[in-house]
């Protein structure tokens, strides 16, 4: 045991190489002890990869099986055991569902996956669709899995179509031809999911002069300029739809095209694509010179007496993170200046620090214009996926 002790340390300081040369048996009489430190036998049993002794495997399944153990050490071995026909009875009863250790759910449907349990399919379909790239990539894993035991047209015909996780799944196993049908699918991720799998660029301009509905045509010109690169042929075919764009009451044309620069780009499979292709063919707005706007803000500032702190960027305001403004103390409250642009605010400052700033060029964000929803732009925000306002997004800050 001490050679595992001296290849492993301490947690992540492990010598996976090193551990690899130990004696198979040792390493597994090792993981099987529950008393020595989950932070060494998690990488020991990597290290058994492709050598479980037989003789051990008993041992090591009771690990698996035992939900006080540590899921790190339990998910590594599922991997490791994941193909023994044995577990399967135990992984498909319903006292799994009790089992909530860390990703413990996403382990235990992986390895049916791996085992062929058809039964599976529906909660991987689900994990493949899921906004988290952990869980999708445990999701696709199963599905494939299935898919390479019993072939794709199995299970195409044991999916469904109604729930919108089934339509994705099979996108993913079906021929690419028939993809360019689910750019009309009523649901955008589903939509998302099949303009990104396209390859062919002569059916999707093909299919700009059939698809039924206009969010289809700029799902298919998206996915056509993602291929091409062509942006004047984006522009055209913006053009010859009319240049269709999500209209947000109260949004002007600055607001506007900052937020469509800065997120229409990175926004979640829901968004309007719109937003998408209006960030294609419009010209983005000139961000301002970070130095010299800031400077001018604490000039104002100081002018107007209200000795103003130098200025920290939102991820050290906060010490951790980044995000989209920097921010000012004076006096005791805080005013934020905007990366994209000339835009600033405050939630608590005195309100002479607006006509200061004003008066330097700057444009404030009032209470009425920060609450603007900007309606179908799906952003990243603290776990959330969905519209934010115009304050959140011009004074973004994510840890």
């Given at each position: 045991m001490r050679n595992i002790?001296?290849?492993?340390?301490?947690?992540?300081?492990?010598d996976a190489a090193g551990l690899r040369e130990l004696d198979a048996d040792e390493l597994a009489r090792y993981v099987a002890d529950p008393a020595h430190p989950w932070w060494r036998r998690e990488p020991c049993v990597r290290a058994l990869a492709g050598r479980v002794p037989e003789g051990r495997v008993a041992e090591l399944?009771?690990?698996?099986?035992?939900?006080?153990?540590?899921?790190d050490v339990r998910i590594a071995l599922l991997d490791l055991l994941g193909t023994r026909a044995e577990l399967l009875p135990w992984l498909r009863h319903e006292d799994r569902r009790g089992d909530d250790?860390?990703?413990?759910?996403?382990a235990f449907?992986?390895?049916?996956?791996?085992?062929?349990?058809?039964?599976?399919?529906?909660?991987?379909?689900?994990?493949?669709?899921?906004?988290?790239?952990?869980?999708?990539?445990?999701?696709?894993?199963?599905?494939?899995?299935?898919?390479?035991?019993?072939?794709?047209?199995?299970?195409?015909?044991?999916?469904?179509?109604?729930?919108?996780?089934?339509?994705?799944?099979?996108?993913?196993?079906?021929?690419?031809?028939?993809?360019?049908?689910?750019?009309?699918?009523?649901?955008?991720?589903?939509?998302?999911l099949a303009q990104s799998l396209l390859t062919d660029e002569h059916r999707l301009r093909a299919y700009l002069n059939e698809a039924p509905t206009t969010e289809a045509k700029l799902w298919?010109?998206?996915?056509?300029?993602?291929?091409?690169?062509?942006?004047?042929?984006?522009?055209a075919i913006y053009d010859r739809l009319g240049r269709p764009r999500v209209?947000?009451?109260?949004?002007?044309?600055?607001?506007?095209?900052?937020?469509?620069?800065?997120?229409?780009?990175?926004?979640?499979?829901?968004?309007?694509?719109?937003?998408?292709?209006?960030?294609?063919?419009?010209?983005p707005p000139g961000r301002p010179d970070q130095d010299e706007q800031l400077g001018r803000a604490v000039a104002a500032l100081t002018a107007a007496g209200f000795e103003p702190a130098s200025?920290?960027?939102?991820?050290?305001?906060?010490?951790?993170?980044?995000?989209?403004?920097?921010?000012?103390?004076c006096r005791g409250s805080l005013v934020h200046i905007s990366t994209l642009g000339r835009f600033a605010t405050s939630y608590d400052a005195d309100p002479t620090a607006r006509q200061a700033l004003e008066a330097a060029g700057f444009r404030w964000i009032d209470d009425e214009t920060g609450a603007i929803k900007v309606t179908d732009l799906c952003v990243y925000y603290f776990g959330g996926r969905v519209p934010l306002t115009v304050d959140t997004l011009l004074f973004y800050w994510q840890d």
């Open positions: 002790e001296l290849l492993a340390p301490a947690a992540r300081q492990v399944i009771a690990r698996v099986q035992d939900p006080d153990d540590t899921s250790g860390f990703g413990m759910r996403e449907l992986a390895a049916r996956g791996r085992l062929g349990d058809r039964s599976a399919l529906p909660e991987l379909a689900t994990l493949a669709a899921s906004e988290w790239p952990r869980q999708q990539a445990v999701g696709k894993a199963g599905l494939y899995a299935l898919a390479r035991r019993y072939g794709n047209e199995a299970i195409l015909a044991d999916l469904g179509d109604e729930r919108p996780e089934d339509r994705a799944a099979r996108l993913r196993l079906q021929d690419e031809e028939l993809n360019v049908f689910a750019l009309a699918d009523p649901d955008r991720s589903v939509a998302f298919a010109a998206y996915a056509l300029y993602h291929l091409t690169e062509d942006a004047a042929e984006a522009r209209e947000v009451a109260g949004l002007d044309e600055e607001l506007r095209g900052v937020i469509v620069h800065e997120y229409a780009g990175g926004c979640k499979e829901r968004s309007d694509p719109r937003w998408r292709v209006e960030m294609l063919c419009t010209e200025p920290v960027s939102a991820g050290n305001h906060h010490q951790q993170g980044e995000g989209t403004y920097h921010a000012i103390a």
